[in-house]
Nanobody
Framework: QVQLVESGGGSVQAGGSLRLSCAAF????????MAWFRQAPGKEREGVANIGSDGSASYADSVKGRFTISQDNVKNTLYLQMNSLKPEDTSMYYC?????????????????WGQGIQVTVSS
């Protein structure tokens, strides 16, 4: 059973930076994809970025050039470096993991989820 625990959220002014971390533990097999999703009140959950076990990454258009996803396989930790933050990035951010082979950045492909962490960007 994969367990995911996010950290690093908080409040920042527009233009600032935050780094989210997600510690993964309790699993025995290689996780194929890990991802970050976000969901604001009244909105659908949307994919932010994902990364495969081979290091290949993809991003939502809204964050390309500003966010970077990475993973440390020794520490079993996923990261999301968020730069040039905008008020519209305000949301609850979730870490997710998948054993599946699909690289699609859609929440239905991910079976394991963290509890979420709040990111608030003020103008």
């Amino acid at each position: 059973q994969v367990q995911l625990v996010e950290s690093g959220g908080g409040s920042v002014q527009a233009g600032g930076s935050l780094r989210l971390s997600c510690a993964a533990f309790g699993y025995s097999y290689t996780i194929n994809y890990m991802a970050w999703f976000r969901q604001a009140p009244g909105k659908e959950r949307e994919g932010v970025a994902n990364i495969g076990s081979d290091g290949s990454a993809s991003y939502a258009d809204s964050v390309k050039g500003r966010f970077t996803i990475s993973q440390d396989n020794v520490k079993n930790t996923l990261y999301l470096q968020m730069n040039s933050l905008k008020p519209e990035d305000t949301s609850m951010y979730y870490c997710a993991a998948s054993y599946g082979i699909s690289a699609e950045l859609v929440w239905e492909r991910y079976a394991y989820w963290g509890q979420g962490i709040q990111v608030t960007v003020s103008s």
